[in-house]
C-alpha cells in the first residue's frame, strides 16, 4: 500500500510586520511546515507502523528552501518525498487551488498512491480546497476534515469520523483509492528523533520540474488576481453593567433577549 | 571560514526547538515552586535521542558532537527551558563522555544505553570542603575483596533524589599532600545500595533539578564500577569537564536570549509617559548591548564546541566560553529585570526566575576567578594562583 501525503511550507508572520504592496515583505516572514500537514504526515506514519508492506511517499511544491521543511517529514517517519518546482513557477505571483490541484494531480499519477493525506488547510493562504480538489480532479472518492481513521487495508475502506459545523460528527465509510485532509487533534504528532534526522539524509527527495510531470508553464496561470492585502481593523464593543446584581441580571437578560438569544 | 550550519543541524536545531516550546513559560515556573523534577521535558528529550546526543549510535546514543549538544542547548534554553531545561544535558555528556573516554567495553555495554535511554546519572564531585579545589576531596574509597566501600559526604549533587547512579570521586590512594592530584578514582555509585543519605538543600538557583548533600556510610560498589584506572580520576574528571564547560556557555547564553525575548516583548507593549517605553534609547540601548553580547559569546561557544569535535585542545577556549557566556546571560537578564520594572520582580513575568538560575553560572561548574585564574596561567603565562 502506497500513501501520498501532501505538505506545504507555510509563512508565518512576526508580531510586527509590513504589507509591501499587495505581499508582506519577506523579511517578516518565517517558514514552517504547515501545522495540519504535520497531522497528516503522522497518520501516515502510523499506517505504516500498523500495517505491513506500507510506503509513505511525502510531496510538497515549494522551491529549494522548502527542502527542510519536507526533510522534516523524513525524519519523522516518510519514507521519500518528491519536490515539484520549477523556474516557471517561481514567477507566480500566487499558485491558486487549480494550480497545486493540477500540480499533485499529475503527481498522484506519477505514484499512483492508495491514500492521499493532505492537511485541512494551509496556515497562510487558507484556501482549504486543495485536497478536495485534487480527489475530484483525479476521480478519488474524498472525505474532508477527518479527526478519526480506522483502515481496513483488505477491504479497501477507510472508516472515518469527519468534523462538521456545530460540534455534529459523521462517522462514514470511504473507498480506497481515496483523499482524505487531516483535521488538528486526530493524533499527536511526534517530535523528530535525532536517529530520524540522520536517517532522513539518506532518503530521496526526488525534484520534478512540471517537464517531468508532463506540465507546462500555464499551469501557474491563475484567475485569481490578489488586489489588496491589508490588516483588518481590530474592533471590540463592551456593555458595562452596573448596579446590584439582580439589576445586572436583568439587564444582561434583556441584551441576550435583543440578540435573539432567549426567548 | 564557514558559519553555516548544515540541513541536518538544523532539523536538529528545531526538534530541539520544538520540544522546548511545548512548555509554557508557567510549565517551569510551576516546577520551580515546587521543586519537581521536569520529568515530561526529560523524556522527551530522551526519546528524541537529545539526552544521548554525544553517546555513539553503537552504544544507543545520537553519535553527535559537541556543536550540536551547544546548538540543542541554545534553542532549549531560549525557546522556554531557561538555564534548568538545557542543564538537563549536563550531567548526561559528563557521565557518558567519562565512560566512553576511560570506560572498559563492558562499562560501556553496560551504562551508556541505559544513560541514552533516560537513567539519570547524576554527578558526585563536590565536597564540603572542596568544590573548585577538587583535589581536596576527602571521600574515602577502600578496597574489601572485589568490592570498594565509600565513607564521607558530597553536596550539591544536583538530581540525586531521581538518579540511578551517582558517578563519584572518592580517594583510594593515601592522598600524600605532595601528590594531591593522585590517589583519587571515579566510580559509578548504584544508588540503591545500603548506606546512602540524601538531604536537600534549598537553594537560589535552579529549584527544579533539586541538590542534595548525600552522605555515604560504607557504601558497597563493586570494582566492575570503577571508571578508568585506580588513583587517576582526578585526570579522568579534567578530561570530562570540558564538555561541562562548554554546555555551561550555552545554558546562560540561552536564558539570556530568553529573557532578553521577553524584555523586548514587553518593551513594546508598555507604555510610560503616554510613550511605548521601547520608545527611548535608555531602554533600547542595555538590550541592544545584551544582543551584541549574547552573539559575541555565542561565537566563542562553537569555537570552544568545534576544536572538542575536532580531538583539539579546547581548555583555554572553553574556559572562554564559559566565562563571557556566563557574563552575557547574566548581564542580559539583569537588563531584562530593568525593563520590566517592578513585574520584573514578580514571578509570573519569568524574569525573576531566570535571574536567579542564571547567577550560578557565575560560581559553578567554574567560577568566574577560577576560570581567569586558569587563563592567567595556561595563556598570559603568569604565576599559577590556585
Ligand atoms: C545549584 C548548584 C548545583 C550544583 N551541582 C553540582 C553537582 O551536580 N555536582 C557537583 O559535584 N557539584 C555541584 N555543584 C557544586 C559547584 O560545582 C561548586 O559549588 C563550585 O565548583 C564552587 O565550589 P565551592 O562552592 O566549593 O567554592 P570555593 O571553591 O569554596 O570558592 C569560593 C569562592 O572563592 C573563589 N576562589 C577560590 N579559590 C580562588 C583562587 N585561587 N583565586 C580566586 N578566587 C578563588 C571562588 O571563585 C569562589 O568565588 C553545584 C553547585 C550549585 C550552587
Known amino acids: ?263 | 571560514m564557514d558559519f553555516e550550519f548544515t540541513e541536518e543541524q538544523r532539523l536538529l536545531q528545531r526538534t530541539a526547538r520544538d520540544i522546548s516550546a511545548g512548555y509554557d513559560l508557567d510549565y517551569w515556573r510551576e516546577k520551580d515552586d515546587e521543586s519537581e523534577f521536569p520529568h515530561e521535558v526529560w523524556d522527551d528529550l530522551t526519546d528524541a535521542g537529545f539526552v544521548g546526543m554525544k553517546i555513539p549510535t553503537e552504544y544507543g546514543g545520537s553519535g553527535y558532537g559537541m556543536i550540536e549538544l551547544v546548538a540543542a542547548s541554545l534553542e532549549i534554553a531560549r525557546h522556554g527551558g531557561g538555564v534548568s531545561g538545557a542543564n538537563l544535558l549536563t550531567s548526561p555528556v559528563i557521565g557518558s563522555t567519562a565512560i566512553i573516554e576511560y570506560g572498559t567495553d563492558a562499562q560501556k555495554e553496560r551504562f551508556l544505553p541505559m544513560i541514552a535511554a533516560g537513567t539519570f546519572f547524576a554527578i558526585g564531585l563536590t565536597e564540603p570542603d572542596a568544590g573548585l579545589d577538587t583535589a581536596g576531596i576527602k571521600m574515602t574509597a577502600d578496597r574489601d575483596g572485589d568490592e570498594y566501600v565509600l565513607n564521607g559526604t558530597k553536596i550539591w549533587t544536583t538530581g540525586a533524589h531521581v538518579a540511578d547512579y551517582i558517578v563519584t570521586l572518592a580517594r583510594t590512594g593515601t592522598g600524600d599532600a605532595e601528590k594531591r592530584h593522585q590517589g583519587i578514582s571515579l566510580f559509578i555509585v548504584p544508588t540503591d545500595q545500603d548506606g546512602l543519605e540524601v538531604n536537600k538543600i534549598d537553594k537560589l538557583s535552579m529549584r527544579c533539578l533539586s541538590s542534595f548533600e548525600v552522605v555515604y556510610d560504607d557504601v558497597r560498589v563493586p570494582e566492575e564500577n570503577l571508571i578508568g584506572d585506580e588513583g587517576k580520576g582526578f585526570f579522568h574528571v579534567l578530561g570530562t569537564l570540558n564538555t561541562e564547560r562548554i554546555n555551561w556557555g550555552a545554558i546562560p547564553i540561552g536564558a539570556g536570549e530568553l529573557a532578553l525575548d521577553i524584555a523586548v516583548d514587553y518593551a513594546a507593549e508598555r507604555e510610560a509617559f503616554e510613550r511605548k517605553i521601547g520608545q527611548n534609547q535608555g531602554v533600547q540601548f542595555p538590550l541592544a548591548t545584551s544582543k551584541a553580547e549574547l552573539e559575541t559569546a555565542t561565537l566563542m561557544l562553537y569555537k570552544a564546541a568545534w576544536l572538542y569535535d575536532e580531538g583539539a585542545d579546547c581548555a583555554m577556549e572553553a574556559n572562554a566560553a564559559k566565562l563571557v557566556g556566563a557574563r552575557a546571560g547574566f548581564d542580559a537578564v539583569d537588563r531584562a529585570v530593568q525593563t520590566l520594572g517592578g513585574m520584573g520582580f514578580a514571578d509570573e513575568y519569568h524574569v525573576e526566575r531566570l535571574y536567579r538560575d542564571v547567577r550560578l553560572a557565575r560560581v559553578a561548574p567554574v567560577s568566574d576567578e577560577l576560570v581567569k585564574a586558569y587563563i592567567a596561567e595556561h595563556e598570559l603565562d603568569l604565576p599559577r594562583s590556585y
Open chain 1, 1 to 263: 500500500m502506497k500513501v501520498l501525503v501532501t505538505v506545504k511550507e507555510v509563512a508565518a508572520v512576526e508580531d510586527e510586520f509590513e504589507i509591501d504592496g499587495t505581499a508582506i515583505d519577506e523579511a517578516y516572514l518565517e517558514y514552517d511546515l504547515n501545522e495540519w500537514d504535520d497531522y497528516a504526515i503522522e497518520e501516515g506514519v502510523q499506517i505504516s507502523e500498523s500495517e505491513d508492506d506500507v510506503e509513505v511517499v511525502s510531496v510538497t511544491i515549494g522551491p529549494e528552501r522548502s527542502e527542510e521543511t519536507i526533510r522534516m517529514a523524513l525524519a519523522k517517519g516518510a519514507d521519500r518525498a518528491v519536490r515539484v518546482w520549477d523556474d516557471s513557477l517561481e514567477d507566480a505571483e500566487m499558485l491558486d487551488v487549480e494550480a497545486k490541484t493540477n500540480l499533485l494531480a499529475a503527481v498522484v499519477e506519477e505514484e499512483e498512491p492508495d491514500l492521499v493525506l493532505s492537511g485541512v488547510q494551509a496556515d497562510d493562504d487558507g484556501f482549504g480546497a486543495t485536497g478536495v480538489s485534487l480527489a475530484d480532479e483525479v476521480g478519488f472518492e474524498w472525505a474532508a476534515v477527518v479527526n478519526d481513521l480506522e483502515l481496513d487495508v483488505e477491504g479497501g475502506v477507510a472508516s472515518v469520523r469527519r468534523e462538521l459545523e456545530g460540534g455534529v460528527e459523521e462517522l462514514t465509510d470511504v473507498d480506497l483509492p481515496a483523499v482524505l485532509t487531516i483535521q488538528t487533534g486526530i493524533n499527536e504528532p511526534r517530535y523528530a528523533s535525532l536517529r530520524g534526522i540522520r536517517q532522513a539524509q539518506r532518503k530521496e527527495i526526488k525534484p520534478m520540474t512540471l517537464d517531468d510531470l508532463g506540465l507546462s508553464a500555464d499551469v501557474a496561470e491563475s484567475d485569481l488576481e490578489i488586489v489588496d492585502m491589508y490588516e483588518p481593523e481590530t474592533e471590540s464593543d463592551a456593555t458595562l453593567f452596573e448596579g446590584s446584581p439582580d439589576e445586572t441580571a436583568g439587564q444582561l437578560a434583556e441584551v441576550l433577549r435583543d440578540g435573539g438569544v432567549g426567548q
